[in-house]
């Protein structure tokens, strides 16, 4: 367990101590294609970061606006019927990507060598019983 707390220190002195400056971004207008492994459906995603839109095409049928700005999506049906409803969490898109995105990498990091390290320690006790 000390190794592991070492390790912690580690990252974060060698990450440093505040918010990384470098920003990064997606051009202003972008496509991009989101499978789901799962079901085998995919999504066309086209975002206007300018508009602060975003678009949704489900193969499936169907789209989705998501306004940023207002924190609404319009959800319109193969048949053409909208409904508007506040964005879900979900529906949060970044163009910039938060600077302290890192950090919360570092932590998930931390986290699994954590349940590695304790994993290999408790199978190596029920190894070692009679």
């Not at 400056?21 to 991009?32: D, K, Y």
């Amino acid at each position: 367990m000390k190794v592991i707390a070492l390790l912690a220190v580690i990252a974060h002195v060698s990450l440093g101590a505040g918010p990384d400056p470098t920003t990064i971004c997606h051009s202003s207008q972008i496509t991009v294609t989101q499978n789901y492994l799962l079901t085998g459906d995919k999504d066309t995603l086209v975002s206007d970061f300018t508009a602060q839109k975003v678009a949704v095409l489900p193969s499936a049928g169907g789209r989705r606006v998501v306004d940023i700005a207002a924190s609404k999506t319009y959800v319109i049906t193969p048949a053409g019927a909208c409904t508007v409803r506040k964005s879900l969490p979900s529906e949060v898109y970044l163009k910039c990507l938060p600077g302290d995105l890192v950090f919360v990498l570092v932590l998930v990091l931390v986290l699994v060598l954590v349940l590695v390290v304790e994993g290999a320690v408790a199978w190596r006790l029920v190894r070692l019983s009679p």
